[in-house]
C-alpha cells in the first residue's frame, strides 16, 4: 500500500515577514502575500509552492479567496491583482486606490472585492460588471473590511472608527472606540468583532452596537481571522502569541506560542480544525486549531534578539515596535522597510538595495535626530507623503528623544 507522506508543518518560501494568507474553499490551495513582494500559491496537500508569483510593486498587505474565480491580492502600489489558478500573470488588474491595499474581502458569492486603503477609502467592486463604489469618511489609514451577510460593508480604521456601510448610498453607522483599529472579520450571523491596538478584540452587532470585548494582550493586535462556521476568532499580536477564542462564550480556549516574533497574519482552514499563521520569521505555521498545539515538531526556537543586550533602555523598548520592518546592521540588510544602517546623515531614499517609492524619492530630507524626531511626532503619512511606512505617531516628546538618542548609538 502505497501512503502518501504527511503534509510539512511549515510553509517556506517568502523573503520576508508573511503579511497575508487566504486559503480556497476547498482547503486544497492558499496564497500567501510577503514584505518581499511575491505571492506565493501553495499546495496544502503537498505543503509546496505551485507558483511563486511576482506583480506587485511593493509588500503583498492582503490576500483574498474569491468564489469562482482564485485569489484577490493587494499591495503597496495601490494596486489589486485577481488570479485565477496558478498562472503567472493576474486574470484581471483593479486600479484607483491613491495608497496601499491594506486589506480584502470578498462576498460568500464572489460577486463583490471590498478593499481598503492607506488612501482613507473603501472601494467596493463589482466583479460582474467592474462597477465601483468608493466609500469615504475616515480620517486615517483605513486598515480593515469585510462584507456583511446582506451586502453591507464594514471596515476599521486606524482613527479608531468602525463604519458600517449599508448596501445602498445611505450614511454610513460609525462607532469610536478610544484606539486605533487594525482589522475586522464577520461571522455568518453578522457579528462583528475588531483587531484594537491596545490588545483587546472588540464585538459589536451588525447594527453597530456594543456586544463585547476581550482582553487578548497588552500589545496590538495585528491579525485576525475567523472560522468559516464563525465559531472560533484567532487573533495575534505583536509578541507572537494566537489567541482561540470561543466566540459564543467570549473566553480564550487556548493560547498559541510561536518563536515571539509578530504575527502578520491568520487564516483557517474550511473545517475550522486547523489555522494558519504567517509572522516576521518568513515562515507559515500549521496549528491544531482544536488543541492549540503546533502541527508536527515543536516550534523552532526564534533566532537571536538583537534588542536583548539593551534591556532596559527606553529607547530600545520604543524600537521592538519597528524591528520587524528595519534593520540595524549592514549584514541585517534591508527587510520590508531599509536598514537604518547609517541613518543619521544618510539622505532619504537613499539605502542601497532598497526599492523606494517615487514620492519618497523626491523628497528633499536628511535624516538626523530632529527630522527622525518630527517623523514620529506627527506620523509619517504627514511628514513623507506617499511613504510605504506603516502610520504610527509616538506621542510623548520624552520617548520621542529616547528613540533618536538609542538609534544614534547602535546604527553608527
Not at 296 to 309: E, F, I, Y
Request: charged share 20%; proline share 6%; net charge neutral.
Amino acid at each position: 500500500m502505497l501512503i502518501s507522506p504527511a503534509p510539512a508543518q511549515e510553509l517556506r518560501g517568502h523573503g520576508g515577514p508573511v503579511r497575508a494568507i487566504a486559503v480556497a474553499a476547498d482547503g486544497k490551495v492558499a496564497m500567501t502575500g510577503s514584505f518581499d513582494q511575491s505571492t506565493i500559491a501553495w499546495n496544502l496537500s503537498s505543503g509546496t509552492a505551485q507558483a511563486v508569483l511576482r506583480f506587485h510593486q511593493g509588500a503583498v498587505n492582503a490576500v483574498a479567496a474569491v468564489a469562482g474565480l482564485g485569489f484577490a491580492t493587494g499591495a503597496e502600489d495601490g494596486r489589486i491583482a485577481l488570479w485565477r489558478g496558478d498562472a503567472a500573470e493576474p486574470l484581471r488588474v483593479l486600479e484607483g486606490h491613491k495608497g496601499p491595499v491594506a486589506a480584502l474581502a470578498a462576498s460568500l458569492d464572489g460577486g463583490l472585492l471590498a478593499s481598503a486603503s492607506w488612501d482613507e477609502t473603501v472601494r467596493v467592486t463589482s466583479l460582474a460588471d467592474g462597477g465601483v463604489r468608493v466609500l469615504e469618511g475616515h480620517k486615517g489609514p483605513v486598515n480593515g473590511v469585510a462584507v456583511l451577510p446582506g451586502g453591507g460593508i464594514v471596515s476599521a480604521g486606524y482613527d479608531a472608527t468602525l463604519r458600517i456601510w449599508p448596501v445602498d448610498s445611505g450614511p454610513e453607522r460609525i462607532t469610536t472606540l478610544p484606539t486605533p483599529l487594525n482589522g475586522v472579520v464577520v461571522a455568518p450571523d453578522g457579528e462583528i468583532a475588531v483587531a484594537a491596538a491596545d490588545g483587546r478584540l472588540r464585538l459589536f452587532g451588525p447594527d453597530g452596537e456594543a456586544r463585547g470585548e476581550i482582553a487578548v494582550g497588552e500589545t496590538p493586535l495585528i491579525a485576525l481571522a475567523i472560522s468559516a462556521d464563525g465559531a472560533t476568532i484567532a487573533a495575534g499580536g505583536l509578541r507572537g502569541q494566537v489567541a482561540l477564542i470561543d466566540r459564543r462564550t467570549r473566553i480564550i480556549r487556548a493560547t498559541l506560542v510561536g518563536p515571539g516574533l509578530p504575527v502578520w497574519s491568520l487564516a483557517f482552514l474550511p473545517d475550522g480544525k486547523q489555522l494558519l499563521s504567517g509572522g516576521a520569521d518568513r515562515l507559515v505555521r500549521r496549528w491544531n486549531a482544536v488543541t492549540g498545539e503546533h502541527v508536527g515538531s515543536v516550534v523552532p526556537r526564534a533566532g537571536t534578539d538583537v534588542l536583548a543586550a539593551f534591556q532596559g533602555e527606553r529607547g530600545a523598548e520604543i524600537f521592538r515596535a519597528c524591528a520587524a520592518c528595519h534593520t540595524l546592521t549592514p549584514a541585517d540588510g534591508n527587510r520590508a522597510g531599509p536598514t537604518l544602517h547609517g541613518l543619521f546623515g544618510r539622505r532619504i531614499a537613499s539605502a542601497p538595495g532598497y526599492a523606494y517609492s517615487d514620492a519618497f524619492k523626491a523628497m528633499d530630507i536628511v535624516w538626523t535626530k530632529e527630522t527622525v524626531a518630527k517623523l514620529f511626532e506627527i506620523g509619517p503619512n504627514a511628514y513623507t507623503p506617499g511613504t510605504k511606512m506603516p502610520e504610527q505617531t509616538i506621542g510623548s516628546a520624552q520617548d520621542r528623544q529616547a528613540l533618536v538618542d538609542w538609534l544614534e548609538k547602535v546604527t553608527k
